[in-house]
């Protein structure tokens, strides 16, 4: 990494990369709340995959070690905030199972996804919106939305 | 024992206060001090977004121990949010129209209304305490209250076409420092119109030919150099669109703020010891000589170097000088992050491209500024603010037709007269010393405020040329 950390000295900021984190969260928090719904109900919505499609995508390509942040695209994480956030918690997850759960949530047949698809990618939803709001809560980087 | 779910009412009730004490100033203050309507629409928001969140957590239950553990991380997302909030409101409550410098900012706002597709967008304009302008990232404000909207369905939409840019509460006197609010505007646009994500593979690109090994870097590390690449992109970008925007006169208040014509020596010559620590890059920003160096470029292609070259002979050296350092130069003077100058430099042609884009089909103000500029110098000379300047078109006396300059042209003017003739100015004035601090300080003050009232003044003439006869009452006008 050839990058240290050099000190900012100019008088036009733009320190506004904390706001991805937020942004982030709000993701997580918009997909839980549509797998609860979905897990209680019989049909899942368009909801439900708009609001997890991103995250799915974006897993199977660092999956798959493909150049997420290089090659930006409205259908998944474009940010380095979130790209790097995503990479944590996933590494934590069996990405295979997390992979399949995620596809079954999307998938628009007959089958109805598992208990387990829904309790692994509630689970990692969980997990992405705490490791979220645990970057973005860092006391270190307080200037959001600065650029 | 209790269970976490019975401390939820104090938690809710502890983010409810959360959120009211930091709206708890809009309403009252909102209604008994003046703002720009930009500033109530923004006030408006914020107290809209309060209403829906705290009627949200009124009604916010969990019904077992498996919803607690899905949603007890929802409130610190809200937390979260609102805290983004907290520190835009005092300042946008702080900056009442008393405040802040409207009419040479307002101006500058009539001129980015020229853009194609930001006719009606405004900007609301906050205080900072420190010396910095800065622009509030609105396309994120945006994003993220349409993800609110996801959680919390009946939240408010950010309004549309509304900017937020923070400057210097000291500023706010000044007329041609604040040239530098350009730059944040093109953070706006940048923003807006996603040049981030092709100036992103851009960089990517440019950094697989320029940079050895870049293909054997983990993908987090390529992730980090293409984002240094990006961010430095961004700010050439916002730079080049300040230029546009405003002409010579956005680079020369950046000289000024950043007092870069210290990098010459008594000859006029390049000082290396005063120009070395100026070469360095910062994790956010390029260099200011390379910032400089490309805004020079950059002018030297446009109508108004010739210009340039005959009036600001000391602007005009530096910037002549600063377009013959090479590449290798840059990379020397940064140890750490010179090996991705390169890649930045292989990226300035796509920069320049996304900035002539924003300004497709907008004049760059030349010509009429040419036409006016004598005019405006001259009222300035006698001390008279150019709001209506009298020019005559023929040798006859009685041939004279009043013209009002528009800000692009009030401010290149101003700030030329300002640079170049304010000694002529003060040693015309009987009693007056151009030696004496005092006595220049005032005189700057004035030419700051004759040009700012010019402007103010061309604001009004055009409200009262576009007003509508029929909202505003007038019997004659014909009805739809």
Known sequence: MPL??????????????????????????????AIRAADKGSERTDELRNSIRAAALSLEM??????????????????????Q?????????????????????????????????FSLARRFFRALESRALHHYNDPASSDAFAA | ????????????????????????????QRNSTAYSPAAIRFLDFVHALAASCKKHLANWRVQDDEEFEDRREELGTIRAAWRELHKLIKPALDADTLQVPSAVVDGIVRRFQEIHG????????????????VQIRTADLRNLSAKIRAIIPDSPE???????????????????????????????????????????????????????????????????????????????????????????????????AYDLSAVLDSAGAISEERMQPRMEFYEYHPSHIFRL???????????????????????????????????????????????????????VPEIRKAAFTAFEEVDDGFALFSQLNRFVRDYLAAGVVPSTLNI??????????????????????????????????????????????????????????????AIEDESLEKEETHVDPVKNGDPEAPRP
Not at chain 1, 99 to 110: H, I
Not at chain 2, 413 to 426: A, C, K, N, P
Not at chain 2, 432 to 453: M, P
């Open chain 2, 158 to 256: 950010f309004p549309t076409n509304l900017g937020v840019i923070g400057m210097p509460y000291s500023q706010g006197r000044t007329a041609f420092a604040n040239c530098l609010v350009a730059h944040e505007m093109g953070h706006f646009v940048y923003r807006d119109k996603t040049f981030e994500s092709s100036l992103q593979t851009a960089a990517d690109t440019a950094l697989k030919s320029v940079f050895e090994n870049y293909e054997g870097q983990s993908q987090e590390q390529k992730d980090r150099l293409i984002r240094c690449v990006a961010r430095w992109a961004e700010e050439l970008f916002c730079d080049l669109f300040g230029v546009m925007l405003l002409g010579p006169c956005y680079t020369f208040a950046y000289i000024e």
């Open chain 2, 118 to 133: 930001y006719h009606e967008t405004e900007f609301v304009l906050l205080h900072t305490a420190e010396f910095n302008y």
């Open chain 2, 392 to 453: 005559r078109i023929s040798n006859d006396t009685d041939d004279v037709v009043a013209v009002s300059a528009p800000p692009l042209v009030l401010l290149n003017s101003g700030m030329e007269f300002y640079l170049t003739r304010t000694d002529e100015l003060i040693r015309s004035i009987q009693g007056e010393d151009q030696n004496q601090f005092d006595c220049r300080l005032r005189w700057i003050r004035r030419i700051e405020e004759w040009v700012a009232k």
């Open chain 1, 62 to 83: 660092l999956r798959t070690h493909a150049d997420l942040y290089a090659n930006l695209s409205p259908e998944h994480y474009v940010q380095y905030e979130e790209i």
């Open chain 1, 85 to 117: 956030t995503l990479r944590e918690v996933s590494s934590s997850l069996d990405p295979e199972a997390l992979t399949q759960s995620m596809k079954s949530l999307l998938a628009s047949g007959e089958e109805r996804p598992t208990a387990d698809d």
């Open chain 2, 293 to 347: 160096q490309q805004q020079s470029v950059f002018l030297r292609e446009s109508h108004w170097w010739d210009h340039i070259c005959k009036s600001q002979a000391r602007f005009s050296t530096l910037l002549q000088l600063l377009r013959c350092i090479e590449t290798d130069a840059h990379v020397a003077q940064n140890p750490t992050v010179g090996r991705l100058v390169p890649a930045l430099s292989a990226i």
């Open chain 2, 1 to 28: 024992m209790l269970e976490q779910r019975n401390y939820l009412r104090h938690d809710l009730t502890a983010l409810y206060a959360f959120i009211e004490s930091i709206v708890e100033g809009v309403v009252s």
């Open chain 1, 4 to 33: 240290k950390a050099l000190r900012e000295n100019s008088d036009m900021v733009a320190m506004g990369e904390r706001v991805h984190y937020l942004s982030l969260a709000l993701d997580a928090r918009r997909a839980l709340n």
